[in-house]
């Protein structure tokens, strides 16, 4: 049945539906913010201090609150999705200004003449942190990563990977159960890969093959025929064969596996572990990695298909080939970067900028441990968060501590609601690191205004700190992600005067006094 709830029951649900989001997250902000234990039904409970995780695993008994908390959900997530840090400093901002819209449009403001003002203002506040930013140096990289994860040993890997790994796509990360933070570099091209038969392995876990002869075949291999050619001169020359394609039959898998185990050949068979555009673009770049012929059953599967790489390493799930750089890899590259400025699909984009990364520099495996499941859950986390705020830095970072956003906050004389409205938001995020410190905010606020904002309260270090050397920083990008998607939730919100919504036929029973009947 549907039920239709508006007018003030309405504006009193989604209060209490960004109140009960926004409380439990902002606990959270800073260096000295509180940890949230999460339960799940898929997983045991763990706790956590990530913003954007908590966020989505609150909901309510109600079912009005609940489909409100869904669409408020949405400012962290998007912060999240575009530079993975900045979830809770966007609930914090989203809370202050929607509920100091409310009180306009209970004074009298018109909901929707207070939306556009609320943006048109927006772009004034951009500006006025576009005027805050400060280029990135390099001696800044570890400040940002500390900050985000609050952890010396992620920050100290991370400025390391940062100067060396180009782009975030080239780095993976990989969990164990000790307690360690350690990096692995790898240079070459790397493919998630899918291997015919653990035998060709010869009872290893890798193989590490030198100048390997290496054929792509773009269908499914099913008989040897088509490739006797291949394996007469492979086991002739006494070189490895890497073979990958589409497929490969049974028959076809068993005689190579056979040559193998009889040390007359050298071959291991692999299949890409991708799909459509993917599989064909890996394909491309293993043709031109190695000077191999893209070919079929239909084409003549020869020696003069086949190309040759450096070395390569297999394992039952990866494959990373080693190259020479050439004039047409480099002409290539080039190409992969202009079809990267046409594309605007995040999950293509990361896509391109991997392999780019595996062309132009090398691969980071982060290595992160700790000695319970929680305690490394909750790390890991922590490094994904550091990853993306030092990866998102290119554009220029702020100062930090929320001391940018105080200083435009002062910097508005505040002569009309909307403008009210904005500087209250954006000294939230100040007072809420200082409430989370157990600092009392009015009195680190005078000292800083004292200073005329020269000065930044470390709250890491419990001291006050020069703006100039300041190690205090937050990435740009990720705190004016934070603004747009608050300000765009909280406007949406207020021009909301109904909600429809299906309910239980049961639910609505227990309400029906049929003693009566």
Request: hydrophobic share 40%; charged share 25%; with cysteine.
């Amino acid at each position: 049945m549907r039920k239709v709830v508006s007018g003030e029951e309405l504006k009193n649900k989604m209060s209490e539906a960004i109140n009960l989001l926004c409380d439990t997250v902002k606990c959270t902000l800073g260096p000295k913010g509180n940890n949230v234990i999460i339960d799940h039904s898929s997983f045991s409970p763990f706790i956590t201090n990530d913003g954007v995780t908590i966020a989505e695993s609150i909901q309510s008994d109600d079912t009005i609150v609940n489909v409100i908390l869904e669409i408020a959900k949405e400012a962290s997530i998007k912060t999240n999705q575009n530079v993975g840090d900045g979830t809770t400093t966007t609930l914090v901002i989203l809370q202050s200004i929607f509920n100091s819209c409310l009180k306009c449009i209970d004074s009298g403001v018109s909901p929707i003449v207070l939306k556009r003002e609320l943006d048109e203002y927006l772009k004034k506040v951009i500006l006025m942190l576009e005027n805050e930013r400060i280029d990135v140096r390099d001696d800044m990289i570890e400040s940002i990563s500390n900050i985000s994860s609050n952890d010396k040993e992620i920050s100290r890997v991370l400025s390391e990977v940062f100067f060396k790994v180009p782009v975030k796509e080239g780095i993976t990360i990989s969990e164990v159960d000790v307690e360690k933070v350690d990096v692995k570099y790898y240079k070459g091209y790397m493919f998630q890969s899918i291997l015919a038969s653990s035998l060709l392995l010869l009872d290893k876990s890798s193989i590490n093959y030198q100048d390997s002869l290496l054929l792509i075949v773009d269908d499914v291999l099913d008989d040897l025929e088509c490739s006797s050619s291949i394996l007469n001169e492979v086991m002739k020359n006494k070189k490895p064969l890497i073979i990958v394609a589409s497929d490969f039959s049974d028959y076809f898998v068993n005689n190579i596996v056979s040559y193998v185990l009889n040390n007359e050949l050298k071959c291991v068979l692999l299949k890409v572990n991708e799909y459509g555009v993917r599989l064909r673009s890996v394909e491309r770049d293993l043709a031109v990695i190695s000077g191999a012929k893209i070919v079929n059953r239909e084409s003549d599967i020869s020696v003069h298909s086949l190309g040759m790489v450096k070395s390569i390493y297999v394992t039952k799930e990866q494959a990373r080939i080693d190259f020479n750089s050439n004039k047409d890899i480099k002409n290539y590259i080039e190409n992969i970067r202009s079809e990267l400025e046409e594309i605007n699909d995040e999950y293509d984009r990361e896509f391109y900028n991997k392999r780019l990364s595996m062309f132009e520099g090398c691969s980071a495996n982060i290595i992160i441990g700790a000695n319970t499941k929680i305690e490394l859950r909750e790390r890991r986390m922590r490094l994904d968060d550091a990853l993306c705020s030092v990866y998102s830095s290119g554009n220029g970072v702020l100062i930090g501590g929320g001391l940018s956003l105080l200083k435009i906050s002062k910097n508005i004389t505040a002569v009309n609601e909307v403008e009210n409205i904005w500087k209250n938001a954006l000294e939230m995020p100040f007072r809420q690191l200082m409430l989370n410190s157990g600092l009392d905010y009015k009195s680190v606020m005078s000292q800083i205004e004292e200073t005329k904002f020269k000065k930044v309260y470390n709250i890491y270090k419990e001291e006050f700190e020069s703006v100039e050397n300041s190690s205090v920083l937050d990435s740009y990008e990720v705190i004016v992600n934070s603004i747009i998607n608050a300000c765009s939730i909280a406007t949406m919100l207020i021009t909301t005067n109904s909600l429809v919504i299906n309910e239980e036929l049961n639910n609505l029973n227990k309400n029906n006094d049929y003693g009566n009947i």
